[in-house]
Structures are given as structure tokens and as C-alpha cells.
């Protein structure tokens, strides 16, 4: 379903760095990163990611983060749009979850008025239930979501985003009624393991660094990933082990305000280019456990026209979206 990831070249990396093409002109901005959502989640993570990589690569002087929550980031992206018109310094993260949550909530403002930078990262999702729970593997979730689908209750991202797809086409896999899905989204990363670890929902699902810490503690008990393949480091089968013909990753990426000069955009798509290439950049993807999913400038613009098309797509498969 997605396509692979794209390694950023190392040894490219190192010498641009050594040559010091784009340095000068980016390490002199002093830029702004809305996280659409609330602290705690994956774009939270990505916005504050760059921040820390920006400046330690010198890809920046300076990059503040504000969050700006609620309709799957759809309000950010509103915000962004209509007061950061020709602003040179503004970033937003943006990613697969805004691309389905601009069609489920029929916003006024799309990722078409923005201006592509790069993708950054990719991430296949987690599906975890709390330690004491009776569901112990991913099969006996597909035997409980086919008998009801509307009893099992999931704690994911915002409507629409690649959680509420995934959670669809679980049930779709496993012989259920899509549309009959019971899926609680939630606008930060925080508050769905707040609703997971306190018993309110059957399930969660989200990328694998938002649970880890509570997978290690004991607290969140791990029955599969959405990977073709099982991933590096984590115990778990993947869903197609299971018997569930599903793999899905979420994609993250960073877009600008509409209303840029040619300058302004080189500009942060070269500050963007320098973060990616970095060592510092590189370290946060393992300690994240984030795939490294480096698209630039055009090649990124081209992608997400096509994604936009695609989910829209899925989207209306399973009901999500209505003709």
C-alpha cells in the first residue's frame, strides 16, 4: 500500500556538509514549526524533532514550536494558511493523518494551498490493549471485532488519519462491517494512552514510539504491527502472521504558507534538505525508531498530489467518505 521508504545518502550528506553549500544563507533563519495537535503525539514529536535537529545541524538559527490543536490538523492548516501568507520562516508538520482528516471533516482549506517541503518520516502503526486484557493476540481482536465491531471500542488519531483507516480496514480484513467501526479519536498522542491505560477502550493504535515506554513498563501489552515484515527490535507478529491481510504506515512531512517567492521556498526546502542529511537527524530516527522516508522538494509535491487521490480513494471504501 505505501510505497518504500527513501534512504537520505549518507556520504552526499557529508559532503554538502564539507562543502557548505547551503549553511551560510540557512543557518541565519530563525524559524517557526506549528505542531497541529496536542503535546504528546507524532506531529508533537516530529515539530520538536526539528527543532532539535535544525539548530544542532545548523540548518537554522533559531526554531520555535507552537501547537495548534483540534480536526485532525485541519485548524492549523486553516491558521497557516490565512496569516502565514509569504512568511519565509513558517514550517508546518503535516503527514497521512491531515490528508484523510481534510476529507472527513470537509474542511474549507486543503494541502493543495500549501507549499511542499519535504517528507520527512515514515512509521508503521501499533496495536496494543492494556496489560489485564482478555485479548492476548491479534486474532482473538479480529474474532471479537467480527462478532461486533460496534463492541470493540479503538483509541486512535484524528478522524479520517491513517489510525481510523487502519482500524477500518481491520475490520473489512477480518470479515466485519467497516462503516460499523466504534473509533474514539483523539487530537493528541497523550490523551489516547491516557483512555488506554485507564480501561475506557478496548484497543489503541498508533505508531510504536508513543507506546513503547508503557510496552517496556508492563502497563500496554503489544499483539502485532502493520509491517509487511516484522520490524527490527520489536517483539511482535505482524498482522499478516495473524491472519489479517493488512500492512499500512503513516507518512510525516513538513509544508510551508502559500504566497512564497522562488527564493523564500529554496531557502527552506535547502534548511529542510541540510536537517535531513545530518547526523544529528540520523540519531533521532533510531532513538525513534522512525523510518527514514527523505523526499524533497518536487519529488514531495508530486507524492502528495498522488497520496491526496489515493486515500480519497480508501477513504470511500470503507465508508469513511461519502460519494
Known amino acids: 500500500m505505501f510505497k518504500p521508504f527513501l534512504s537520505a545518502t549518507r556520504a552526499i550528506a557529508a559532503a554538502g556538509l564539507v562543502l557548505g553549500l547551503t549553511l551560510p544563507a540557512a543557518a541565519q533563519m530563525e524559524l517557526k514549526i506549528i505542531a497541529p495537535a496536542a503535546p504528546g503525539g507524532g506531529w508533537d514529536q516530529t515539530a520538536r ?23 485532525g490538523g485541519t485548524i492549523g492548516l486553516a491558521q497557516m494558511v490565512s496569516s502565514g501568507k509569504g512568511d519565509g520562516n513558517q514550517l508546518m508538520v503535516t503527514g497521512f493523518v491531515m490528508v484523510g482528516a481534510i476529507l472527513t471533516n470537509k474542511a474549507p482549506v486543503t494541502l493543495a494551498q500549501t507549499t511542499p517541503i519535504a517528507r520527512l518520516t515514515g512509521e508503521y502503526l501499533a496495536i496494543v490493549v492494556p496489560a489485564d486484557s482478555p485479548v492476548k493476540s491479534a486474532k482473538d481482536l479480529a474474532a471479537a471485532v467480527k462478532a461486533d465491531p460496534g463492541k470493540v471500542t479503538w483509541a486512535g488519531g484524528s478522524a479520517g488519519g491513517v489510525d481510523h483507516i487502519a482500524v477500518a480496514l481491520f475490520a473489512k480484513a477480518a470479515g466485519a462491517d467497516p462503516t ?11 490523551e489516547a494512552l491516557a483512555a488506554i491505560l485507564g480501561g475506557k477502550v478496548t484497543a489503541g493504535i498508533s505508531g510504536y514510539g508513543e507506546f513503547e515506554g508503557q ?15 516484522r520490524l527490527p527490535g520489536i517483539d511482535a507478529p505482524t498482522l499478516k502472521e495473524e491472519g489479517i491481510d493488512l500492512d499500512i504506515a503513516n507518512w510525516r512531512a513538513v509544508v510551508a504558507p502559500p504566497g512564497l517567492s522562488a527564493e523564500q521556498t529554496k531557502a527552506l526546502r535547502d534548511a529542510v534538505d541540510t536537517m535531513a542529511k545530518s547526523p544529528q537527524w540520523a540519531d533521532i530516527l533510531k532513538q525513534k525508531g522512525w523510518d527514514d522516508a527523505y523526499l524533497p522538494g518536487e519529488a514531495f509535491a508530486a ?15 470503507v465508508g469513511l467518505v461519502k460519494s
Open 180 to 190: 460499523k467501526i466504534n473509533y474514539i479519536p483523539f487530537s493528541g498522542g497523550g
Open 49 to 71: 524533532s526539528m527543532q532539535q535537529a535544525l539548530v544542532e545541524s545548523g540548518a537554522a538559527k533559531s526554531a520555535q514550536v507552537t501547537n495548534v490543536t483540534g480536526a
Open 215 to 229: 510496552i517496556k513498563a508492563g502497563k500496554l501489552r503489544l499483539i502485532a504491527v502493520t509491517s509487511p515484515q
Open 303 to 317: 507524492f502528495l498530489k498522488e497520496e491526496q487521490a489515493r486515500v480519497e480513494e480508501v477513504l470511500r471504501s
